[in-house]
């Protein structure tokens, strides 16, 4: 399709202001890019104007409505100000200062950020590397992400700008976590949409932690459509945070894709506490043997948030294995989705995988749907899957109250500990201490627990 | 003799629409151990748990004061806060909560129900050691989650500790003593022996004579389908060892 084609008829009305969008933004780069990168963006909206948004009627998208996003006029994210008291809440009180770029509204915001070069690391803002070196990105850009009925991987492409570049060269163990944070910051009178994509490349046998924060503005009303590729070279180790604590009125929709190394590691922890409707698509496939994903993932939803989390790990080669705990909690109105598939090939023998959901209920009108999946297409495997869906245990609620603990007090530390093993397993000390806070500031009673769980 | 501490006055119970207690009588005194002995079903454990305040355990009739006080109108924590303990039968595992700050939550709960300072870490921490020694529990168990991977010894065992970490007044213990070995039940009864104080009253409820070779009580009662139908001295516990419940009107098979 050329970049001037008109929208066939019948083209959906928003379809079509995102192209008009896309024209404009185009319109504006400069000329000296190079041909690949236009025509990324060019196979970006095209593939977007093919799929459109999705409706319920996609079976990926069965339990999540995108239309408040379909029919809200984003403009495209200019420059803003970070709120210097909500920056300092999602960076952990700077605790990562010598490792972090931050990035207000899609864009590198250079005064707060620091991330010194040397060894051959590069923690780089995409826009600069595609404006000095793009031939540094072109072999990792959309090749991790891109695939059929992605809508919104289509139209970070057709965005493409900024974000981060993370790459770690061979025999590199990088002692410090870097933080790549995306700040939204209300610019226009329009609620603006960024879309930022990040790249990270673990060179062979290195090991790296990258930590990806989102937030915003207090009751600041925006999209972020977020985009990372990974690539694990052989024996790379990864531990990826992805902290998701948008506005509660934003809506989030990401997706990280990781293509795994021979006996590489890849941790995840993905953490969506935020966003009035946060969607996190994670994709992960084992390109070499004896690799290990571990993905851990948690949810709080409130008042009438919507979360969903949909998992995908490819057993595409043999002796791998997986480790998947996905924990949720939802209360007043608030719906949670977890849809995690587990594909074990014929090829892939001895796949060791367990697969668990876990989801606490705590208000009569809060729902969960669990879906875990596990597709196994060979007989010499390890697999189990489990999901329980639930509220408070009235039993162990009279336990603790029957030794003097008040009611109220009494259900904030079984929420709590409902989630604390998802915590725990978060190696970064300050990333755990923060997240704890703020998971307690989420409960009523939290001085009295504080210290109570394990 | 002591002021009254308990007194259950024609208590009436039902458990999921069913009438459970049908009837009982109680008193007990600062000082005194008293064991309810009954068959299976008799009510022994209802009795402990609505004593407790558990939800869903519907008192239809009756009264209990305690400290000359309606106990049935306090939530279960307030009866806690004001001296009430519970040894579980059945000790619940509460993954994620550790069991030594639990313990300090709940026992600063019941100093700033009492009027007195909280605690600190370290005060707290110097208790906790003292009392582990009175059931010889280890460091490593009070350490780790409630009850999580507990041994059945391990348990009961943790329930005594608490109830020496608490410190109450009423203390009721719901069969204590079933599942455990012979060297575990000897640990469990030197610590509740240790626990002994004029300052405090105990309730053993158990289903077996055994308990009460390492525990004298000074009152035993037979709780058959709901009701006391008879209490008196130690020996009567023996003489139910010999002859059943059936003679005192338990429906015959009772065990």
Known sequence: MSATAQAPTGRAEEVVRWREQYESYSASLPATEPEWLRALRAAGIAAFEEIGFPTLKHEDWRHTSVAPIARTRFARATAGAADPAVLDALTFGRAFAGHQLVFVNGRLAPDLSSAPMADGVHIRSLREVLDRQPQLVEPYLDRQAVGPGRPFTALNSAFLDDGAVVFVPAGKVLADPIHLVFFSAPGAAEPAASHPRVLVRVGRNSQAAVVESYGGTVGARYLTSEVTEVVLEDGAVLDHYRLQRESMDAFHVGALCVSQGRASRFTSHAVSLGAALSRVDIRQVFAGEGGECVLNGLFLGEDSQHTDFHTWVDHAQPHCSTRELYKGIVDDRARGVFVGKILVRPGAQKTDAIQTNKNLILSREALVDSLPQLEILNDDVKCKHGSTTGQLDPLALFYLRSRGIGEEAARALLTYAFASDVVQRIGVEAVRAGLTEQLQRRLPAAADIQEAVV | ?255
């Open chain 2, 1 to 255: 003799m002591k002021d009254t501490l308990l007194a259950v006055k024609d208590l009436h119970a039902s458990v999921g629409g069913n009438e459970i207690l049908k009837g009982v009588d109680l008193e007990i005194r600062l000082g005194e151990v008293h064991a309810i002995m009954g068959p299976n079903g008799s009510g022994k454990s209802t009795l402990a748990h609505v004593l407790a305040g558990r939800p869903g355990y519907e008192v239809t009739r009756g009264q209990v004061l305690y400290k000359g006080r309606d106990l049935l109108a306090m939530p279960p924590e307030e009866r806690a806060r004001e001296g009430v303990f519970l040894a579980f039968q059945y000790p619940v595992e509460i993954a994620g909560v550790s069991n030594v700050y639990f313990l300090k939550a709940a026992v600063n709960a019941l100093r700033k129900h009492r009027g007195e300072p909280e605690l600190d870490a370290i005060d707290f921490l110097s208790m906790v050691k003292e009392r582990a020694k009175v059931v010889d529990i280890d460091e490593s168990l009070i350490k780790r989650a409630v009850n999580e991977g507990f041994s059945g010894g391990e348990k009961k065992r943790n329930e005594i500790f608490q109830m020496a970490v608490l410190d109450p007044t009423l203390a009721i213990l719901d069969e204590t003593d079933s599942g455990l070995d012979i060297d575990a039940l000897r640990i469990v009864a030197r610590g509740v022996n240790d626990l002994r104080s004029p300052e405090r009253a105990m309730v053993l409820v158990t289903h077996y004579q055994r308990l009460l070779d390492y525990i004298v009580p000074d009152v035993v009662h037979v709780l058959v389908e709901g009701r006391i139908v008879k209490s008196g001295g130690k020996e009567l516990a023996l003489e139910l060892e010999e002859k059943g419940y059936e003679w005192l009107g338990a429906p015959a098979g009772s065990r």
